[in-house]
């Protein structure tokens, strides 16, 4: 029998999923509390002993975990110009699953230096020029990086004609200096995976013992990622398959938070209509966004702010008073959940809202150029309009009784016509809550993971 | 390697969509030594600044075919001075007024735009490639 333990310790709790790979099935799933400040093992043994109660006693011939806990792996991205070099290093940073702190542009100065200081990132990623491009804003920023006056780990990926002066210099006040292929390395040409993989190694060698997630390591063989880095392994496992399961083709997935909203895509996103040029950065074909102010709880009010009462009062058919009146209610209680029908509809609305605003942010737009002589397109981004399956996942869609309505806020409408947003997808919900797990699974058994994920995760 | 080559950034202006000139103008530089980095059509001011400063180009390529270059081209001096790229070389050519207006008003005006060469229709790419390496002094 073979048994194999999936972790994820969250920010709040410690999830684990028990797997028979020889029959490819959940075995069960358990979660404790997010134990990171006194001892991580603490909240994983109740876990494991809530799995246990429902499986009997298990053995496992492997154990992975990933960690979004302690705020997750917090980065700071530095670059050029911030259409390019900066977006180029953001993307990276959120592909290896960070939590973007901060984005800088351009020279840095001594206030920004300050405020680097004070977001306490966990790894700084320094980009800035394309290869035999601009030499001297990298230099500087590193220069100006020594004097943050913090021991923090920097991978530089930047021009490459001045990488080697670049890591001299942060060696002067850093300890971990690693040096990497340059996120744009040609103009507007994105090579975002090296810098992916160094954050990880990054990660596992640096960060893990930094967090006290090594005092899982007597149970645990490896925590591997972070979460979000095993969902996008998962989302891509699930588009792609493998050479002997095929997967599902072009997928979006949205996973919404008390704090934050998610969003994944796997597509290369080219244009689907006719006469439209594609103009800015390429995008990477596994992409992640994520947007701070879109969340239930946390930024309850934030999402009132950037969705607009009517947005919200529209979906779910009620007035804004009672909107404003629930976004008051459950942002001074996080723990609050609906009481009464309007309230299960405003916070139906809610889901719905950040789903549409954050697919709204990650999708691809086309603009419209009108020249005295007709029009003609142009398309920032990726067209998701062909996309044909949506997926829900994390705590807010997955423990929901009406997924489905929350997740419709990703497909196209035409009140928005310029937004290039699935047309006519079909949802899949997460049920499990086991697409992070896949994500790891598919580190040992891929063709497993997609089969689990085929079976598991299902119609909405 | 072909990075300590002279990089110029080219790109057809606004929204103009003739991309025929454009090719004949990146094969030549490239064929000169120039490493081009090409824009391509429809390319808004914004985006040649960009691209000069993450590449460290040495000059900007403007073309504008279609008649509305006048407007098209107005402030990418100031845009280039705002940036940091200061008095980066800037050329313009294609068929950059409507109809047949006499070039030297053209020329004038394009020149107080902040444009350092500005050339007519009919010119060879191979005289642009000669004034290029002459104002960079190569
Ligand atoms: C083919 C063509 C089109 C095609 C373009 C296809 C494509 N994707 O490229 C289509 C049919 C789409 C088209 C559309 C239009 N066109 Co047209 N088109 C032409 C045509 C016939 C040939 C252009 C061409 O490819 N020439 C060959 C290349 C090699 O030459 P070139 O572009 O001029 O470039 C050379 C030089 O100018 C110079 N050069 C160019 N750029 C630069 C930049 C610098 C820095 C330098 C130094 C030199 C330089 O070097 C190049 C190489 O030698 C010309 C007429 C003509 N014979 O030139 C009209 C012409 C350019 N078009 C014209 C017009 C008006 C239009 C439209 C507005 C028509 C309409 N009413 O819809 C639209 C505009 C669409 C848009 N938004 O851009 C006018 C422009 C009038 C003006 N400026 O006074 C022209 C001149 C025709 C005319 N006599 O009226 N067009």
């Not at chain 1, 210099?169 to 690693?178: D, H, K, P, Q, R």
């Not at chain 1, 016509?417 to 891929?446: F, Q």
């Not at chain 2, 985006?47 to 900007?60: L, M, Q, R, S």
Request: proline fraction near 4%; hydrophobic fraction near 40%; charged fraction near 25%.
């Amino acid at each position: 029998m073979n048994h194999i333990l999936l972790i994820d310790f969250g920010s709040t709790y410690t999830k684990i999923t028990a797997v028979d790979i020889d029959n490819e099935i959940v075995l069960g799933t358990a979660r404790g509390i997010t134990t990171v400040e006194t001892d991580i093992m603490n909240g994983l043994n109740q876990a494991i002993d809530a799995l246990f109660l429902k499986t009997g006693k298990l053995k496992f011939s492997k154990v992975l975990g990933c960690s979004s806990a302690a705020g997750g792996l917090k980065m700071v991205a530095v670059g050029l110009v911030p259409e390019l070099t900066a977006e180029a290093a953001k993307r990276a940073a959120l592909g290896a699953g960070a939590k973007i702190m901060g984005v800088y542009g351009n020279e840095l100065n001594e206030y920004e230096i300050q405020e680097i200081a004070q977001l306490q990132p966990e790894i700084i990623l320094l980009a800035g020029g394309t290869n035999g491009g601009n030499k001297e804003v990298i230099l500087h920023n590193a220069r100006m990086l020594t004097t943050l006056g913090k021991d923090i780990p920097v991978i530089v990926a930047g021009n490459k004609s001045v990488a080697p002066q670049v890591v001299k210099t942060l060696l002067e006040a850093m300890t971990e200096v690693v040096h990497t292929e340059n996120v744009m390395p040609k103009l507007n040409e994105l090579n975002i995976e090296p810098a992916r993989e160094t954050i990880r190694s990054v990660f596992l060698r640096r960060i893990v013992e930094a967090k006290g997630l090594n005092k899982a390591n007597q149970f645990v063989d490896d925590v591997v990622m972070p979460t979000p880095a095993a969902v996008l392994k998962a989302a891509e496992l699930l588009s792609k398959g493998t050479e002997y399961e095929p997967g599902l083709g072009d997928l979006m997935v949205v996973d919404i938070g008390g704090a934050t909203t998610d969003v994944y895509s796997i597509a290369k996103g080219d244009p689907t209509k006719t006469n439209v040029a594609l103009r800015g950065l390429p995008e990477p074909f596994a992409k992640r966004t994520v947007e701070g102010d879109l969340g239930m709880r946390y930024s309850a009010t934030a999402l009132f702010k950037a969705a607009g009462a009517k947005r919200i009062a529209d979906y779910a058919n009620v007035s804004a008073e009672d909107v404003e009146a629930y976004v008051e209610k459950v942002e001074a209680n996080i723990e609050y959940l609906p009481q009464n029908e309007i309230e299960k509809k405003v916070e139906i609305a809610m889901g719905k809202a950040c789903t549409s605003l954050a697919v709204e942010r990650h999708v691809g737009q086309l603009e419209t150029i009108f020249t005295c002589f007709g029009s003609a397109f142009v398309q920032k981004g990726k067209d998701l309009s062909d996309v044909k399956t949506v997926v829900g996942t994390g705590g807010v869609i997955v423990h929901h009784e009406q997924p489905k309505e929350i997740l419709k806020g990703a497909a196209y409408s035409e009140s928005t016509p310029e937004m290039l947003k699935p047309e006519c997808p079909k949802y899949l919900i997460d049920e499990e809550y086991i697409m992070a797990s896949m994500g790891l699974l598919g580190e040992v058994y891929p063709d497993v993971a997609v089969r689990m994920m085929k079976k598991y995760i299902v119609r909405g | 390697m072909e990075n300590n080559k002279v990089k110029v950034i080219l790109g057809v202006i606004g929204a103009d969509c003739h991309a025929v000139g454009n090719k004949i103008l990146n094969y030549a530089f490239t064929s000169a030594g120039f490493e081009v980095v090409n824009l391509g059509v429809l390319v808004p001011q914004e985006e040649f600044v960009n691209a000069a400063i993450e590449t460290d180009a040495k000059a900007i390529l403007v073309a504008s075919l279609y008649g509305h270059g006048e407007i098209d081209c107005r402030g990418l001096r100031e845009r280039c001075r705002e940036s940091g790229l200061g008095d980066i070389l800037l050329y313009v050519g294609g068929n950059l007024v409507v109809g047949k207006t006499d070039f030297t008003e053209v020329h004038k005006k394009f020149i107080e735009m902040g444009y350092d060469r500005v050339y007519e229709p009919g010119i060879l790419p191979d005289q642009v490639v000669i004034d290029l390496k002459n104002d960079l002094g190569l």
